[in-house]
């Protein structure tokens, strides 16, 4: 069953450059317009319609419409926003916030007292990894990899080390030493092919990685035997494409275990910039400059 969103808020994802450039169409049957989230007010429903009502304040992952006054959205993919969160915060949850959740604790397992690696620090899927690692993992340990110009700020965020991906790109020594050759419970990775070897040597006995991006590049050599004999994992990952039903069971276990952290104000969604759509070539820009930490918000109307 779906219903009609008034959209008051989306954010700007790093898909929404790829699909831009013709590179990243929308799955079938979903909407070609920009937007991966939506942020705003029940404005119509259906005759079966049991537990949500017109005006109710909601958020949802959608495969596509987000750059528009209205957009459908599953009823399995909705949430409530919470009366502590403004429609500009929540529009920065569902894609970035349940990626990183998925990845992180229903795929990768991570636990509390385990230690992880994040890449890209600075960018929406990483500050929410930090922040929902914190929140829900508080004795956890991460390493983040981020630009100089981002590092204080990564740690300010709750990093316990912080590696310049610049003048260390193969953080595998590094690793070792803050671990005591232990390794890495979990490696979150967007880079690719670049990072799969530091990835590997830098993961423990039964560790995994995750890969959610390809960035750097799609192949790679991998040491087969090292992988055999440390039993390790190297589990792809994509959340878009995923069927309702599997999307809806993503929905259900974030809302239960993380949304309650963005209620009362232990998570606060990271605001960079909130632009107008009218804005909406500058948003892309900054974006594409990647200068931008946490999320890019883009305002479609009035709350």
């Not at 599953?74 to 500009?88: G, K, N, Q």
């Not at 508080?138 to 981002?150: E, G, M």
């Not at 670049?194 to 390809?214: D, E, F, R, T």
């Amino acid at each position: 069953m779906q219903y009609d969103v008034q959209v008051v808020a989306t954010s700007i994802n790093r898909p929404d450059l790829v699909q831009r450039a013709g590179n990243y169409p929308a799955p079938k049957g979903d909407f070609e317009i920009l937007g991966l989230e939506v942020s705003g007010t029940i404005a119509e429903t259906g005759p079966e319609v049991t537990g949500w009502s017109v005006g109710d304040r909601v958020i949802s992952l959608i495969g596509g419409g987000g750059y528009a006054k209205y957009a459908v959205a599953y009823a399995s993919h909705l949430m409530h926003i919470p009366e502590s969160v403004s429609f500009e915060e929540a529009a920065c949850i569902c894609e970035s916030y349940i990626t990183a959740f998925l990845n992180v604790f229903m795929i990768g397992d991570f636990q509390d007292g385990q230690t992880a690696i994040l890449h890209g620090g600075g960018g929406g899927v990483n500050t929410a990894a930090i922040q929902l690692s914190k929140a829900l993992t508080p004795n956890s340990k991460l390493i983040v990899t981020a630009h100089p110009s981002k590092m204080d700020r990564v740690r300010d965020l709750g990093a316990d080390l912080v590696i310049n991906y610049l003048e260390n790109p193969d953080f595998t020594e590094t690793v070792k030493e803050f671990t005591n050759k232990k390794g890495v419970d979990l490696v979150l990775d967007h880079v690719g092919a670049k990072y799969l070897g530091p990835n590997m040597k830098s993961l423990a006995y039964k560790g995994k990685l995750v890969s959610i991006g390809v960035i750097s590049g799609i192949k790679a050599e991998l040491n087969l035997a090292l992988m055999m004999v440390k039993r390790q994992q190297i589990i792809g990952s994509v959340l878009r494409s995923r069927p309702v039903p599997e999307k809806a069971e993503i929905v259900a276990e974030f809302t239960r275990r993380a949304l309650p952290k963005f209620a009362d104000r232990t998570i606060v969604p990271i605001i960079e910039k909130a632009f107008s759509i009218d804005e909406v070539v500058a948003a892309h820009g900054m974006m594409e400059e990647d200068s931008h930490f946490g999320k890019i918000v883009l305002k479609i109307a009035d709350a």
